[in-house]
């Protein structure tokens, strides 16, 4: 076996442990992946999937048949994402860039559909981020928000607990971000989920 091929499977066995870590505390990564592509659809068009992370909701989509792109400001943190693609033979379906949310590299509205899974409480503040997201989304464009609710925070508090360390949360929460999208104009619809819920943002129509 090559280094890249040792690599590969090293990283896919981490993700396999990490998935199983996070279901013995009952949250089924893959299940709710699933669910919020099936609340999120129709999807077609340009997708864009922001905060890429170790690559899980990236994975997901991929492996729905959907070529997008998705960028996220650590390459450390990508680079797991794109060995989990090449593991299942996905990697080309997606574009990997390395971008700032507050600053994105990307056309005005450029995408029809914007993804970004628990990114939310990662930030100190949500307003240039969502100016971002609304200034590169497509007039008839989507914006899908998922983030933890209070038992997914709980589940992830314990999660992290266990291997030594804190669960890491900003001053921003997804109910912060709905009142910011109405404000700018847009529909909000919301919808509940067992460890995270789900916000679907599109603009009014006139």
Do not use: W
Request: glycine letters at 8%.
């Amino acid at each position: 076996m090559t280094a890249m091929a040792s690599e590969v499977v090293e990283n896919h066995d981490r993700y396999l442990e990490r998935k199983a870590l996070n279901q013995s505390f009952g949250y089924d990564i893959e299940k709710e992946r699933r669910l919020i592509i099936e609340q999120a659809r129709p999807i077609s068009g340009r997708i864009l999937d922001a905060g890429t992370g170790k690559g899980y909701f990236t994975l997901a989509l991929a492996q729905e048949g959907f070529h997008f792109t998705s960028f996220d400001l650590s390459e450390s943190e990508q680079k797991y994402a794109r060995l989990n693609l090449r593991y299942y033979g996905l990697e080309s379906q997606v574009r990997l860039d390395i971008a700032n949310a507050e600053g994105l590299p990307y056309q005005d509205g450029f995408f029809d559909v914007i993804f970004t899974m628990n990114m939310i409480h990662h930030l100190a503040s949500v307003g240039k981020v969502c100016a971002e997201f609304i200034r590169v989304l497509s007039p008839n464009g989507k914006i899908i928000l998922s983030d933890f609710n209070a038992q997914g925070f709980e589940i992830m508090d314990q999660i992290h607990a266990s291997e030594g360390r804190r669960h890491e949360v900003g001053p921003v929460t997804l109910a912060d971000t709905k009142g910011l999208f109405i404000e700018r104009g847009f529909e909000v619809e919301q919808h509940p989920g067992s460890n995270q819920d789900l916000l679907i943002a599109r603009r009014k129509k006139l």
